[in-house]
């Protein structure tokens, strides 16, 4: 069992949670992730790490309430328990030897940016940040972002906060105002993902995706994870979830991240009809 630290809403949709787990906070590093289930009977859902303290022996996790799951576990409070807590799971992201990177979160996507942009920073590499949302109250992380940024560019696709437009927009305009970068890491939707790797190869930038299939067990065994990547496939929980942007295949992905929408929002909805008949 794993105690809930901290629980902060972040928007009507994204919830924080801080959850005591000191043996993974021993080992975690950005872009690793974990795999929980709320209760004994429920299904397994994996988790990136937003951010962990070693010394307090923490894990910060960031989600969207989309599914039955996540309805669930954002019902449990500070003090509450999370049944299973697995990880860390997947490669790390690579940041060693960087110099000069562009970080574009998307979304709730920004959750797993920020702790690479904040390890990028830490060692002493120049990150220029582009976060995006639909609009100013989806906004999540903006202060942890400017910490961890030299310049920062917030967008918003109606202009009620930071600059309208796309993050592709502010990648671009940075791009042609000389900016060099070593390697740009875009983290989000796939299609805002898509568009990112289809302008940078313009720009021959090397370009890191991180991937977010269906999965089950993290380990490679069940297959749900797989991708399609230079033609081979791949397997997000264990030969990622970071992947070469300009290799993956991304209609692939979309068209099968798809598949179980409807029945996520079924399932969600059943969850929240039986809150509300108990609270």
């Known amino acids: 069992m794993y105690k809930i630290i901290r ?11 801080e959850v005591d787990a000191p043996l993974i906070a021993k080992k975690a590093e950005p872009g690793q992730f974990v795999i929980l289930r709320v209760d ?48 860390p799971l997947g490669t790390p992201s690579h940041t060693e030897g960087l110099k000069k990177v ?8 920004c959750a797993i940016a920020y702790p690479i942009a904040k390890k990028l920073h830490n060692n002493g590499c120049e990150v220029h940040s582009i976060v995006g949302f639909r609009n ?17 560019k917030m967008m ?8 309208k437009g796309l993050v592709t927009d502010a990648l671009k305009s940075l791009i042609d105002a000389g900016n060099q970068y070593d390697e740009v890491i875009a983290i989000g939707p796939l299609v805002m993902m898509k568009f990112v790797c289809k302008l940078t190869k313009e720009y021959g930038i090397k370009t890191v995706v991180s991937m977010n299939p269906i999965m089950i067990d993290g380990t490679g065994m069940c297959g749900g994870c797989r991708l399609t990547v230079g033609g081979e496939t791949k397997f997000a929980c264990v030969d990622g979830p970071d992947f070469d942007g300009h290799l993956v295949d991304f209609d692939e992905a979309l068209e099968r ?6 029945f996520e929002t079924a399932k969600r909805e059943e969850v929240c009809n039986l809150y509300k008949g108990v609270r």
């Open 40 to 87: 004994e009977d429920g299904e397994r859902i994996p988790l990136t790490v937003a951010d962990f303290d070693r010394e307090k022996g923490t894990i910060t996790i960031i989600f969207q309430i989309v599914g039955a799951t996540t309805e669930k576990l954002n019902h449990l409070n500070e003090g509450e328990f999370i049944h299973d807590f697995v990880g």
């Open 102 to 109: 562009a970080v574009v979160g998307g979304g709730v996507g």
């Open 7 to 17: 629980k902060q809403v972040l928007n009507p949709t994204v919830t924080l949670m």
């Open 156 to 163: 918003t696709d109606d202009g009620s906060y930071g600059e």
């Open 257 to 262: 991240g798809a598949m179980y929408k409807e």
């Open 136 to 152: 100013k109250d989806l906004v999540i992380l903006e202060d942890e972002f400017k910490a961890a940024s030299n310049v920062m």
